[in-house]
């Protein structure tokens, strides 16, 4: 029953170091999304991916990269990091765009860039 | 561009009581309207899912409603327990847009 898994859950990266978020379902869900969290702003749309195959700029996508690996993976890459990018990372999927579009979410990651 | 808002931001009740939970939004072009329980340190796990056609979804001590033409949903939680303390989110499921969430309300219900 794992459902949406992501690692890490915790990292501290220095400024300037790379880094990937991993993320991967078990539900054959077609779509997948990563998130930030951060205090006062709410969840922010950093990237998606629609299907296997394609991904799309959300509402904050820089300073990141992400690669859809196939149907239940999907990676979320900070090539340079900056403390901006100090947040609460969360993963999460859902079947797709069709009525009654639950979506589930991952645990979280948790970066710091010092 | 969809805007999503919960009021309270904060909201604290002795055990036993009813509450009602506010989400607001913009622009009522949505598939369906999501509300999430979030606890401290972990990941949203949802609650309810009301579609755009319908007007209620109920799960046990929650009920949420939708009001599309008035752009709000509320979350009703019923004899409220110290274990429903949490941040609760609602979210929009927007035509070309993804889901749009809400910034919460952090609810203590006290012993």
């Known amino acids: 029953n794992a459902g949406v898994t992501q690692t890490p859950k915790f990292q501290v990266l220095k400024t300037g170091q790379s880094m990937t978020l991993q993320c991967a379902q078990d539900m054959n869900h077609n779509s997948m999304y990563w998130y930030r969290q951060d205090p006062g702003m709410g969840l922010r749309l950093i990237y998606y991916s629609a299907s296997e195959g394609t991904t799309d700029k959300g509402e904050v996508p820089n300073g990141y990269n992400v690669s859809r690996l196939n149907k239940r993976e999907f990676s979320l890459r900070l090539e340079s990091a900056a403390p901006s990018q100090t947040s609460v990372y969360f993963c999460?999927?859902?079947?797709?765009?069709?009525?009654?579009?639950?979506?589930?979410f991952g645990e979280g990651s948790w970066l710091t860039v010092v | 561009k969809q805007e999503v808002t919960q009021i309270p931001a904060a909201l604290s009740v002795p055990e036993g009581e009813n509450l009602v939970l506010n989400c607001s939004f913009t622009?009522?072009?949505?598939?369906?309207l999501q509300w999430f329980r979030q606890d401290p340190g972990k990941g949203l796990t949802s609650l309810l899912l009301i579609q755009s056609s319908q007007r209620e979804q109920t799960s046990g001590r929650l009920n949420a409603s939708l009001d599309k033409s008035s752009g709000r949903s509320t979350l009703y939680i019923a004899a409220s327990q110290p274990g429903d303390s949490a941040t609760y989110l609602c979210a929009a499921d927007n035509y070309g847009q993804n889901f749009v969430f809400g910034p919460g309300t952090r609810l203590s219900v006290l012993p």
């Open positions: 999460a999927s859902t079947r797709g765009r069709i009525t009654g579009n639950t979506i589930y």
């Open positions: 622009d009522s072009a949505i598939y369906n």
